[in-house]
């Protein structure tokens, strides 16, 4: 009963190193979605996915790639570390819903990110 | 646009005394309102949400939370705290006219419960 697994757990990377963060579910979710934390800012949406072949950007964008190849991997790419990107990354899933659905959405245990 | 409230970053209560997290919320439409908990070093864990019906939202461990349309607010209670109930709260919301999935959350307010 995997859920969401995300990895690495930790990462300590350069300024100006790329990276990976995996991030990947068992539930079929057609919804994935990568947010970040910071103090005092809860959760804020970097990209999501309505399913596979179709991302888009949320609310923070900016230094973030995605892909969704398959319904269960949803990686995300940080293209050249910055320290304004030192954060906790949260992977999240859930069954896509319409207008006047709902369903609850799923997170992995987080990646924390440092970078020097 | 949708925005959540969390006008406390930290609330102290003593164990086995009751608990309020506190939660306003703006929407356009009616909500859809969710509790999640983070345990040090941990991801969220879904508490509880409110869809529609009853004001009162019963979910695990013993919280609850009460949808209050009037005062656009969504409190989390626990009628007697336990030490292990420290952890970091976030309170969500998404606009139920729109679809997808997309949560709003408030900053977070940490629970220091104290034997």
Same mark, same amino acid.
């Given at each position: ?13 350069? !300024?100006?190193?790329?990276? !990976? ?48 190849? !398959? ?14 990107? !030192? ?30 | ?20 997290? #506190? ?54 209670? #626990? ?37």
């Amino acid at each position: 009963n995997a859920g969401v697994t995300q990895t690495p757990k930790f990462q300590v990377l350069k !300024t100006g190193q790329s990276m !990976t963060l995996q991030c990947a579910q068992d539930m079929n979710h057609e919804y994935m979605s990568w947010y970040r934390q910071d103090p005092g800012m809860g959760l804020r949406l970097i990209h999501y996915s309505v399913g596979a072949g179709i991302t888009d950007q949320g609310e923070v964008p900016n230094g973030y790639n995605v892909s969704r190849s !398959t319904t269960e991997d949803f990686p995300l790419r940080l293209l050249s570390a910055a320290p304004s990107q !030192t954060s906790v990354y949260f992977c999240a899933s859930s069954r896509l819903t319409g207008i006047g659905g709902e369903n609850t959405i799923y997170f992995g245990e987080g990646s924390w990110l440092t970078v020097v | 646009a949708q925005s959540v409230a969390q006008p406390e970053d930290q609330v102290n209560v003593a164990e086995g005394n009751p608990l309020t997290v #506190k939660c306003t919320y703006s929407v356009s439409g009616n909500p859809y309102l969710f509790w999640y908990v983070q345990y040090p070093n941990r991801g969220l864990q879904f508490l509880l949400k409110y869809i529609t019906g009853d004001n009162l939202v019963k979910g695990s461990y013993g919280f609850e939370a009460e949808f209050n349309k009037s005062q656009t607010s969504f409190h989390l209670k #626990k009628p007697s705290a336990l030490v292990s109930d420290s952890a970091l709260y976030f309170c969500a919301v998404r606009d139920q006219r729109i679809g997808g999935n997309m949560l709003t959350f408030g900053g977070g307010t940490r629970l220091m419960v104290k034997p």
